[in-house]
């Protein structure tokens, strides 16, 4: 079995949520001051980037992420190269696929 990591990696600009916080990420210690180490902290809206809705989302009185099982969280996926990510076409939805399995 092949496994692809599909999460993008969280930065400074990236597209998110309409309203949602966009995220920032401050060196709190880092070798360029002169530090023994790189310290950053984060601050995002948790629907950032590549992420998975909790059961409370969604549904009043749910679980949450902890409650699923790590099996719910690998299987069959499509992966579909997307042109102009501003505008998903229709046409781009239908027959363009790489057969993977997605999980990590």
């Given at each position: 079995m092949s496994l692809i990591d599909l999460t993008i990696p969280i930065r400074e600009g990236m597209l998110v949520w309409p309203d949602d916080s966009a995220p920032r990420l401050r060196y709190e210690?880092?070798?360029?001051?002169?530090?023994?180490?790189?310290?950053?902290?984060?601050?995002?809206?948790?629907?950032?980037?590549?992420?998975?809705?909790?059961?409370?989302?969604?549904?009043?009185?749910?679980?949450?992420?902890?409650?699923?099982?790590?099996?719910?969280?690998?299987?069959?996926?499509?992966?579909?190269?997307?042109?102009?990510?501003?505008r998903v076409e229709a046409g781009e939805l239908r027959g363009k696929t790489s057969p993977a399995r997605s999980g990590f």
């Open positions: 210690r880092s070798f360029e001051a002169g530090d023994r180490n790189n310290v950053t902290s984060v601050a995002m809206g948790l629907h950032t980037g590549t992420h998975m809705d909790a059961p409370k989302h969604f549904v009043s009185g749910a679980g949450g992420m902890e409650t699923l099982s790590l099996d719910t969280l690998i299987g069959p996926v499509r992966v579909i190269e997307i042109e102009n990510p501003d």
